[in-house]
């Protein structure tokens, strides 16, 4: 088939562009003709809370990449239409993470199914984490723009019951970012990020945003049993909301000499050496759908202590993966506290588990849809 993705891809960073851009690489794989197309503007400066929306990555092998859409410009988004309807496409599969993006994806889908051409979204999320004025308005006008959706997690699908109870909806879980480089000893990862690798981490990844509990985990720093433990926490991620605050938490808890900070975006090539150094992986979201960084720490099969909220409890296997918890600071502390009181070993469950997440399956899921 041909199939046109658009949405967010190389040169723009971050979890949605690196899945569309494997998901892009997978389809070249398995024999389909394969375009993205992508921003000329994703973001107005002031909508980006980032030191930048570019990376420094190379780009995906093989896949071509046309930038051309400015969320901005409705006259874009009707080049960008016509461009993409002149491909003759079997299918386009619109990515849709925020509300934001409605009213041009929205207006890219309208004009595509009215010239015959099945429109898809692959959904990570439909009600944000940070809501805002409009949102529902503008998700619904993106849902009522498409033929049929596939969704990574069961809440996401049940939030867009909310919108459309009659569309098709198919499900696959998010698939495993295998495309970090492979596993490495303790000692060599500790080596390149300047660590002592007799020291115990745990780690918590990624872009910091409240709505990911980041306080959660340095309240729970300093509740027991966490408060007597040695080991250390390691924060790896850009700041999308105020450092100030988690940093003002980290001294009113007491909590210095304990936290060692990587306060920026982690580009592709380091991304091993957190998840090889760590013996654990915390994710204390107060709100969440799927997340990526579940799926990178089963590529390294570390295990995970995430929140009962969302999608996460049906990536992440309680008691067999890792530990699967209320949000509330006492409950991540038992947790991470139990792990290095125990030791116990989650590397058969984690290999299990992991099997699950192929990149073949959300391909069989969309090729199903179409």
């Known amino acids: 088939m041909k199939i046109i ?83 003759r496409p079997d299918a386009v599969m619109l990515r849709f993470w925020m509300p934001y993006f409605g009213p041009s994806l929205g207006y890219i889908g309208r004009y595509l199914r009215r010239r015959g051409i099945k429109v898809l979204s692959v959904v990570d999320n439909i009600i944000p984490h940070d809501h805002k004025p409009g949102d529902k308005i503008f998700s619904r006008y993106f849902v009522n723009s498409v033929d049929g959706f596939l969704a990574m997690s069961h809440s ?4 867009l019951r909310s919108f459309d109870s009659t569309k098709p909806v198919v499900f696959a879980p998010h698939p495993l970012y295998d495309h970090y480089g492979d596993k490495e000893s303790r000692a060599d990862a500790a080596a390149h990020l300047g660590l002592d690798p007799a020291e115990n981490y745990y780690l918590f990844f990624g872009l910091i945003r409240d709505y990911k509990g980041l306080d959660l985990l340095l309240q729970a720093m300093a509740c027991e049993p966490l408060r007597s433990n040695s080991a250390k926490l390691i924060v790896a991620g850009e700041f999308y909301s105020g450092e100030e605050k988690y940093r003002a938490l980290e001294k009113q808890l007491g909590l210095e000499g304990r936290i060692i900070w990587f306060p920026e975006f982690i580009f592709e090539d380091r991304i091993r050496h957190f998840f090889n150094v760590a013996d654990l992986i915390v994710q204390p979201y107060k709100t969440a759908t799927q997340s990526g960084i579940t799926q990178i720490a089963y590529h390294f099969e570390k295990p995970m202590v995430v929140t009962s909220v969302g999608g996460l409890a049906e990536i992440v296997t309680d008691g067999k993966c890792g530990y699967v918890v209320e949000p509330r600071p006492e409950a991540i502390s038992r947790a991470v506290a139990d792990f290095y009181a125990l030791r116990p070993d989650f590397t058969a469950g984690l290999r299990e588990k992991k099997q699950e997440f192929s990149w073949e399956r959300l391909t069989k899921a969309l090729l199903s849809l179409i």
């Open 5 to 87: 993705i658009v949405g967010p891809a190389h040169p723009y960073r971050g979890g949605i562009a690196t899945h569309n851009n494997r998901l892009a690489v997978q389809l070249l794989s398995e024999g389909h003709r394969v375009m993205v197309f992508t921003f000329t503007l994703q973001y107005p400066r002031l909508l980006f809370p980032g030191k930048t929306q570019y990376t420094a990555d190379p780009a995906p092998e093989g896949v071509e990449i046309v930038r051309t859409l400015n969320s901005m410009d409705p006259l874009s988004w009707h080049r960008t239409a016509r461009m993409i309807a002149l491909q």
């Open 156 to 159: 996401v699908i049940d939030e």
